[in-house]
């Protein structure tokens, strides 16, 4: 399989061609899970995960709330 | 206000009102004037005991990356404190510019279905976590357009107060003293200036150390406290989000009851007349 190499949370990581974003929040366990995503510093909400196909470079960020003041 | 040292005639009959109906933000009203942060908790069961004992309905929590490779059914902040008890602020803690701080909070907005209200915070720099006042100002203008309820971190400067209010602002949050710091309310005067000249809720945001702070803070007539070190940080968090609760409340009402003046001179409290001899 052929694969792409985007940013995830600011490390490099590989993805097979034509995966979708889903694919990736699927392949992380984290479906299903409190987590918000952001595709080159632009929001992309949830029903939005299975169209949009990842690109190389393209810098994507997965967070989730935690403890602060 | 008390700092006048006059007799106060309290807030008048519909600030009093609206007082006792408890503190409205954003157009939804909460019982608790106290609004509490989730972090240096040991565990989520004690940030969990730690709100309930602080009586709050609004807690903050930080948004960040999440480990990738983690293990994913790892217990969550969210699953310890969730959005269907409790209105969650999402704050922009380590945020130091305008944009940072926007992003941090498109995501937030997203994480939390959608919901709009939000704690802004700018910061200058690390020794001082003091507001950078003018990135403050540009994030909050791009927030309001983007249809945030923002709750704004600010120096305890009248006048950016206002210009914050102005914005849009719906709540101002100045700083009693610095993050973490413990040093309680070291300028009540400009909190009072605050106070006076505003129409959205003032919160202290930050330096609040013990009981005695959050009750200083009411008493001068602040809508609400925030504190997160003050509750976490002490030797018994749980016990300290109660009196944190009881301080806030018995503020509240010193302040609602108007304090006497301070005067140099005693007064005796038994009457003269009728004594014996």
Same mark, same amino acid.
């Given at each position: 399989?052929?694969?792409?190499?985007? +940013?995830?949370?600011?490390?490099?990581?590989?993805?097979?061609? =034509?995966?979708?974003?889903?694919?990736?929040?699927?392949?992380?366990?984290? $479906?299903?899970?409190?987590?918000? !995503?952001?595709?080159?510093?632009? !929001? @992309?909400?949830?029903?939005? &995960?299975?169209?949009?196909?990842?690109?190389?470079?393209?810098?994507?960020?997965?967070?989730? *709330?935690?403890?602060?003041? | 206000?008390?700092?006048?040292?006059?007799?106060?005639?309290?807030?008048?009959?519909?600030?009093?009102?609206?007082?006792?109906?408890?503190?409205?933000?954003?157009?939804?009203?909460?019982?608790?004037?106290?609004?509490?942060?989730?972090?240096?908790?040991?565990?989520?069961?004690?940030?969990?005991? *730690?709100?309930?004992?602080?009586?709050?309905?609004?807690?903050?929590?930080?948004?960040?990356?999440?480990?990738?490779?983690?293990? /994913?059914?790892?217990?969550?902040?969210?699953?310890? @404190?969730?959005?269907?008890?409790?209105?969650?602020?999402?704050?922009?803690?380590?945020?130091?510019?305008?944009?940072?701080?926007?992003?941090?909070?498109?995501?937030?907005?997203?994480?939390?279905? =959608?919901?709009?209200?939000?704690?802004?915070?700018?910061?200058?720099?690390?020794?001082? $976590?003091?507001?950078?006042?003018?990135?403050?100002?540009?994030?909050?203008?791009?927030? !309001?357009?983007?249809?945030?309820?923002?709750?704004?971190?600010?120096?305890?400067?009248?006048?950016?107060?206002?210009?914050?209010?102005?914005?849009?602002?719906?709540?101002?949050?100045?700083?009693?003293? $610095?993050?973490?710091?413990?040093?309680?309310?070291?300028?009540? &005067?400009? $909190?009072?200036?605050?106070? +006076?000249?505003?129409?959205?809720?003032?919160?202290?945001?930050?330096? !609040?150390?013990? *009981?005695?702070?959050?009750?200083?803070?009411?008493?001068?007539?602040?809508?609400?406290?925030?504190?997160?070190?003050?509750?976490?940080?002490?030797?018994? #968090?749980?016990?300290? *989000?109660?009196?944190?609760?009881?301080?806030?409340? /018995? =503020?509240?009402?010193?302040?609602?009851?108007?304090?006497?003046?301070?005067?140099?001179?005693?007064? #005796?409290?038994?009457?003269?007349?009728?004594?014996?001899?």
């Amino acid at each position: 399989m052929t694969t792409i190499t985007i +940013e995830l949370n600011g490390a490099s990581h590989a993805v097979g061609q =034509g995966k979708t974003l889903h694919d990736l929040i699927a392949s992380l366990d984290l $479906l299903g899970k409190r987590v918000a !995503v952001a595709i080159n510093r632009e !929001v @992309v909400a949830s029903p939005r &995960w299975q169209k949009r196909v990842l690109r190389p470079a393209d810098r994507v960020e997965i967070v989730v *709330a935690i403890g602060g003041g | 206000m008390n700092l006048n040292d006059t007799p106060t005639e309290g807030p008048d009959a519909d600030a009093a009102g609206a007082a006792s109906a408890g503190l409205t933000i954003a157009g939804k009203t909460y019982a608790s004037r106290l609004l509490v942060g989730t972090g240096k908790y040991r565990d989520f069961d004690e940030t969990r005991a *730690a709100v309930d004992a602080s009586g709050t309905e609004i807690v903050t929590v930080t948004i960040r990356r999440v480990n990738i490779g983690q293990h /994913a059914n790892e217990p969550s902040l969210l699953d310890a @404190v969730p959005p269907s008890q409790f209105t969650i602020l999402p704050n922009t803690g380590g945020c130091y510019n305008a944009k940072e701080a926007v992003y941090t909070l498109q995501l937030a907005r997203e994480l939390l279905d =959608g919901h709009p209200l939000c704690k802004l915070e700018v910061l200058g720099d690390e020794k001082t $976590l003091f507001p950078n006042m003018p990135e403050t100002l540009k994030a909050a203008g791009a927030l !309001v357009k983007d249809g945030f309820d923002v709750m704004v971190y600010c120096s305890d400067d009248p006048i950016q107060a206002r210009i914050l209010e102005d914005i849009g602002c719906v709540a101002v949050m100045p700083l009693a003293s $610095l993050i973490g710091s413990g040093m309680g309310i070291l300028n009540p &005067w400009n $909190l009072s200036l605050i106070i +006076e000249q505003a129409r959205v809720p003032v919160i202290v945001d930050a330096g !609040v150390g013990t *009981a005695s702070d959050a009750a200083i803070a009411m008493e001068l007539g602040c809508d609400g406290v925030l504190m997160n070190t003050a509750i976490a940080g002490a030797r018994e #968090p749980i016990r300290m *989000a109660r009196a944190m609760r009881l301080a806030v409340a /018995a =503020g509240r009402e010193a302040y609602l009851a108007g304090r006497i003046p301070r005067r140099f001179a005693a007064s #005796p409290s038994s009457p003269m007349a009728g004594r014996i001899a």
